[in-house]
């Protein structure tokens, strides 16, 4: 048994089978670039989170060093005054020992 294309004959289409695989073909034309849209834009979108997440974690570390160096500034201040008030307290006059002190 031949199918239809195989014959030698022409056959004509009817009007209205050429406009259902006009468009059958023009659907599925479209349904595949939106797929192809669509995967790249996911692809997209995946990357540009991979960014937002790359540059939260950034962020963060950098803040938490920021924090860290104001801490440890903080400290050393605090530190450096106590340092002086106690070299200024030994210094007094009325602090040392009377017994100690050589004329």
């Not at 468009?23 to 834009?41: A, G, K, V």
């Not at 991979?50 to 903080?74: D, E, Q």
Request: glycine fraction near 2%; charge should be negative.
């Amino acid at each position: 048994m031949k199918m239809v294309s195989e014959l030698p004959i022409e056959v004509e289409e009817p009007p209205w089978v050429k406009r259902l695989i006009k468009n059958l073909t023009e659907s599925l034309r479209s349904s595949i670039r939106e797929e192809s849209e669509d995967s790249s834009d996911g692809a997209y979108n995946e990357s540009e989170n991979a960014w937002m997440y790359i540059l939260f974690v950034l962020m963060f570390y950098a803040f938490s060093i920021v924090v860290l160096m104001v801490k440890y500034i903080r400290r050393e201040r605090e530190g450096a005054k106590l340092e002086y008030y106690y070299n200024e307290f030994v210094k007094r006059e009325w602090y040392r020992d009377k017994n100690l002190v050589r004329n």
